[in-house]
């Protein structure tokens, strides 16, 4: 395309945590978390108790400082955590979150595996 160019009063960088916005506007540097989480495919009997129903769980166990969590996806549920002091156990955690689940994860199947940046500020 042709490079354009605006005037304005704000600027919405809605772009995710790697905003090229924000680096082209010199936005500056920030914290961000990791987030982690398992697509997981359970038996339509388990699958019935998210009907009406998320989870989150909280604990040093799944996140010091963030939380964990099971949400209904449709027809599967996302199984994950985060965490913004402690990246590098970011498996640990989703370790203990599937612990903390295994009885309604029980007979799922592992359908995909997702980790994304979450901006913690602009």
């Known amino acids: 395309g042709v490079p354009k160019s605006m ?3 704000l600027i919405d960088g809605a772009d995710g945590a790697n905003s090229r916005v924000a680096k082209a506007m010199d936005a500056g540097q920030y914290n961000f978390a990791i987030a982690f989480q398992e697509r997981i495919k359970i038996p ?3 699958m019935a108790f998210y009907e009406e129903m998320a989870e989150m769980y909280v604990g040093d166990d799944v996140s010091p400082d963030f939380y964990g969590w099971v949400f209904p996806k449709y027809d599967h549920v996302g199984v994950g955590t985060g965490t913004v002091i402690n990246k590098n156990a970011i498996k640990q955690y989703q370790t203990a979150i599937r612990e903390r689940a295994a009885d309604r994860l029980e ?3 592992l359908i995909k595996v997702e980790a994304h ?3 913690e500020h602009p």
Do not use: A, L
């Open 7 to 9: 005037d304005g009063d």
């Open 44 to 46: 339509d009997d388990k």
């Open 107 to 109: 007979g799922g199947k």
């Open 117 to 119: 940046p979450i901006p």
